[in-house]
């Protein structure tokens, strides 16, 4: 089945303790991004990869690392996360914009 | 800065009629407008799409309607069901460009 994974679905932590959230994608496309979602802010994108080794800023990067090492992955890391970082996260990839984005089901974070 | 302006936040929209969300844009070099569908605990997907050379898209029961020189563009969703409530998020891009920006979000709850 064509899909994006994310692991994990819930994490809770503490303050300035690293952490990675994985993404992978199973239909060998070209592009991915994370997006967090905010109640009242919509989707917010935080990174966006058009290739392996090819990364770029979003609209809210600040506190948010990514690596594209290989085509089907692209984790989220951050580094020392703040309670700021509570969100709802969706990781997304598409072969072309207009074939549309497949999302993963999301990583619920809380940083307490 | 917000390029695309979603309302209503929420609509409440009886069985059968048609619900109508609203979406404005700022950026006139967009000409890719996907509208997307989110359940609960699910991942946005994709519902429909439309570029600025047609002024009307129609799918089963969902339709853009779009207006170049307002900038603005809308989602119909006529003979509303209960399985379509749901999160609804405009989004615009433009080609060549794989970085989407989405609205804020309308939820939508169809009453029986």
């Known amino acids: 089945e064509a899909q994006v994974t994310q692991n994990p679905r819930y994490l809770i932590t503490v303050t300035g303790k690293k952490l990675t959230v994985t993404c992978s994608q199973n239909m060998n496309h070209e592009y991915m991004s994370w997006y967090r979602q905010d109640p009242g802010l919509g989707l917010r994108q935080i990174y966006y990869?058009?290739?392996?080794?090819?990364?770029d800023k979003g609209d809210v990067p600040e506190g948010y690392k990514v690596s594209r090492k290989e085509k089907r992955n692209f984790p989220l890391i951050l580094e020392s996360p703040s309670p700021n970082q509570t969100s709802l996260y969706f990781c997304?990839?598409?072969?072309?914009?207009?074939?549309?984005?497949?999302f993963g089901s999301g990583t619920r974070l809380t940083v307490v | 800065q917000q390029q695309v302006k979603q309302s209503p936040q929420s609509l409440i929209v009886q069985k059968g009629g048609i619900s109508i969300i609203n979406c404005a844009y700022e950026?006139?070099?967009?000409?890719?407008f996907p509208w997307y569908q989110q359940f609960p605990g699910k991942g946005p997907a994709l519902l429909i799409a439309i570029r600025p050379d047609v002024s009307e898209k129609k799918e089963g029961r969902f339709t853009i309607s779009f207006n170049k020189s307002a900038k603005q563009f809308s989602l119909h969703i006529m003979d509303s069901q209960p399985g379509d409530s749901a999160t609804y998020f405009c989004a615009a891009t433009y080609f060549g460009n794989e970085k989407l920006t989405f609205g804020t979000g309308t939820r939508l709850t169809i009453i029986p």
């Open positions: 950026n006139t070099a967009f000409d890719y």
């Open positions: 997304a990839s598409s072969r072309q914009l207009s074939y549309g984005y497949t």
């Open positions: 990869s058009m290739n392996v080794e090819v990364t």
